[in-house]
């Protein structure tokens, strides 16, 4: 990013000054409206805020601050660390000014410079604390400093409990020191999200899952390595998994020149600070130079001269008006000859100006506005594949695989979730990432499975479970994750009563239009939505409509289901009488095989109960595919 130097930005903001004069106009209305739009992502509402209250008063370092942060979000670095960079020669203590260029610095990859700017700017913080601790410690914990990250973010956390990222980076630097049970308490603690603004570019990712931070490499945490065992499974290159990104090279430290030329500079008062009555002015050389006196002036206006060395000089900064002024310091040889120059931009404010109290009171809320939204944000997604990572690590494999896919079914995208999802998996015995292998046939001769899809339906399902009942006969449901999710208490009677569960994907769509990971996505989504209702976790699968493919085949063996299929379809008798379809079904299934019917209103209603009488009287023997075809 190009920072510009300190001089440009004394020569703009006294430009600014000179073309607005010394009137300040009461802009506390446009600064809280600009804030406002950045908390509702508005970008260019907020810009147009900040530059009206810019151009009313162009000394106003609130204005500048809420202009670049507009900027930023707009991707416009530069400008905005140019206003950035104004502000903090308007206002050396505003913590906003600092936080603006430490989020510059963290979007042009000057994570190190950025996790400096944040730590200065919470030397001035008032409002905003614990957000702008937390964005330090997250990139503290993103650089491997872990210890750092660790009393930064328990600091932050011990400010506001709920502060999201705070907690985010407690947790991660605490399993990053192999502190998992505390790391467990500390992600797996609520935070406030719902008082969040619109992130916008300032949304960070994992503070140790993404794959420019030190813990992803030192834990060689790349997909491809991890799930070498099982090649077959990965996405091809190109697809819709991204490969990891390398890891960012660490940045250099700035060259220092080795000549820095003779030396004439104003040691006091300090660049940037507000300055008010009669002040000393303090003038070092190294004596390279035969200056035999200096001149002081203030705004191109003599002040004071000094023979003396150090050179001293006392400046009334009454003789001026109120605003950023220009102090300078010319050194004289014996001759007259001007052999050096020194300059800074100080703020003047001897009472000149005065606010109205509730035109201070705006400005202050702006202040603090800007301060944090400036900070850095975490995600939920982030925070709970941590989670799940630190209850891995804690042994709480169940519990990890539930953090896991909650992530997945959000976000497959976000970085080794998926790796973590499948492999926590095969963990559990799921048989995820093994080859394929679908069911077609029953292992067991003139065996019956009775299979119903569709479901949990609240008015056919209880009937089929009474039928089902009255006869003795155990059968397996293939449900559909979003019906399990709207009636829970049925998928839990289904499973009470004896009977076995599958899935039938989450939305009943044709998987075969969708890509591999759009199939994972689905099956991920159903085997949750059954688990959270029941407890139970399904490893049978019915692909909806029979639509089935490559890239199903392997999106289900490589999130640990066997695909079921049937020998007999409800479906091939439209509109036919029950007692006829029973009598047709009962003759092919006399050696057996897989039945397939319905928890809805199709020929299913009609023919269920003379089927399950015709073989019950004939003693056929009927139960779930597990129990027939020898699955796991």
Known sequence: MRMIGRTSVMLLVLAATVAAGVAHAAVGDDLLAGCE????????????????????????????????????????????????SRATVLAP?????????????????????????????LGYASGGRAAVRASAAWLACRLGLYESALADASAAVAEDPDEPLARHVLGAALLALGRNDEAVEALGRPADWGRQAAPGRLEVASALMSPDASYWAEHALDDRQRLASAPQHMLPEGGVCPAAAPAEATPTAPRIPTDMGPQFCIIRPVAGTVVSGTIE????????????HIAVLLDDTFIAISNVQPFRASVDTRRVADGVRELRAEGYAASGEVLAEATIIVQVSNGARTLAPEERAARKVARDELTRLLALRATPLTTA???????????????????YEYVFAHDPMLPGVRTDLLLAYRAMGLGALEPSREIYFLRRPATIALTFDDGPHPVMTPWILDLLDRYGYRATFFLVGKQAAMYPGLVREIAERGHELGSHSH??????????????????RSRAAIRQA??????LFRPPGGNYDQSVRFAAAATGFVPVFWTENIGNYPGADGARIAEAMDCKLATGGIVLLHNGYDETQVALPHLLRRLYARGARCDTISALAGVR
Not at 69 to 77: H, K, N, P
Not at 385 to 403: F, I, M, N, P, Y
């Open 93 to 121: 203590e505003m913590a906003a000014a600092h936080t603006g260029l430490g989020a510059c610095r963290y979007l042009t990859n000057g994570i190190y410079e950025a996790m400096i700017d944040y730590r200065r700017a």
């Open 37 to 84: 739009a950045l908390y509702r992502g508005r970008w260019q509402a907020a810009q147009a805020s900040f530059e009206h209250a810019c151009a009313a008063d162009a000394t106003c370092a609130e204005a500048l601050v809420g202009n670049g942060a507009a900027l930023l979000q707009q991707g416009q670095f530069d400008a905005a660390a140019d206003l950035f």
């Open 385 to 403: 594949q941590l989670l799940g990572r630190a209850l891995e690590a804690a042994d709480r494999e169940a519990e990890a695989v539930a953090s």
């Open 281 to 292: 002015m303090v003038v070092d050389t190294d004596g390279s130079l035969p200056i035999r």
């Open 507 to 524: 939305t009943h769509c044709n998987l075969c239009t969708l890509d591999r990971l759009g199939v994972e996505q689905e099956l991920v």
């Open 534 to 539: 029941c407890g139970r976790t399904v490893t």
